[in-house]
């Protein structure tokens, strides 16, 4: 199956612990995938599903820091989940990590179809598009990727609480001045105990991005967690983000 562009390259992450293939042209992996994957606390023998999984990233990222994790990636372009596919065997992780074609805001029967039942997850991670429509990328692979609507994290989120077992988490990553549409849209979908993540580019900056955990049925009070800062006044990566984007650490969603 073609490449639009025609041209495909590879490309490391976590400092060589993985190596993604990705188009050349189009959407294209960055921090906030490591991000992402970083924030969700999943455990050996559970299963973890990311939605938009594109080539893999987020999802390949939480299966090679959690041995013994299932993972399903979720896309709906089928030349990027062929590419996940082939990332997850270039990477030895094709026995815990599988990729398939699908929308996310595909009917119950057709996850079912897949493989996805209702109630089968433990964790759901997302990089939900959440690009205004009336400025739509030009590249038909990126604006997949970034383009939203009004209903796109609603449905999204849905679709995530139909796949989770109760207590289950949905972990998501959006543009911090979203994060009143990302609350009242986890509050429709039934999520409580809600952790919020502010991501800062350097001191004294407003957030550019939040990390967001709900929790499936969960019933205890938001948390506003101390923020992430990316880089310092030298512009250089914290301590704490070099961790996470060269070693994999884990990043804590909770106040305890």
């Not at 939480?62 to 979720?74: D, H, M, Q």
């Not at 979203?178 to 919020?196: P, Q, R, Y």
Request: with cysteine.
């Amino acid at each position: 199956m073609p490449v639009e562009g025609g041209r495909i390259s590879e490309d490391a992450l976590l400092d060589g612990k993985l190596v993604l293939r990705q188009p050349v042209r189009g959407h294209r992996f960055g921090h906030d995938a490591v991000l992402l994957a970083a924030a969700t606390a999943a455990r050996p023998s559970e299963h973890a599903i990311e939605f938009g999984a594109g080539v893999g990233a987020a999802g390949l990222a939480v299966a090679r820091r959690v041995e013994g994790l299932t993972v399903t990636l979720v896309e709906i372009d089928p030349v990027l989940t062929e590419l996940a596919r082939e990332n997850a065997a270039r990477n030895a992780l094709a026995e815990r990590v599988r990729a398939v074609c699908l929308d996310v805001g595909a009917r119950a029967a057709e996850f079912t179809t897949a493989g996805l039942a209702s109630g089968s997850a433990d964790h759901v991670l997302m990089n939900p598009p959440f690009n205004a429509p009336q400025n739509p990328p030009p590249d038909h692979a990126r604006r997949l990727a970034r383009t939203s609507s009004d209903e796109t994290l609603a449905r999204w989120l849905r679709a995530a609480a139909r796949l989770l077992r109760p207590l289950g988490t949905s972990t998501l990553i959006w543009r911090a001045d979203g994060l009143s549409d990302v609350l009242t849209a986890l509050a429709a979908a039934e999520f409580g105990a809600i952790a919020v993540l502010p991501v800062y580019p350097k001191p004294n900056a407003p957030a550019i991005r939040i990390l967001v955990r709900g929790v499936k049925g969960g019933r205890a009070p938001l948390t506003l967690l101390p923020g992430l800062l990316l880089a310092g006044t030298d512009n250089r990566p914290t301590k704490h983000v070099e961790a996470v984007l060269r070693d994999g650490d884990a990043l804590v969603m909770s106040g305890s």
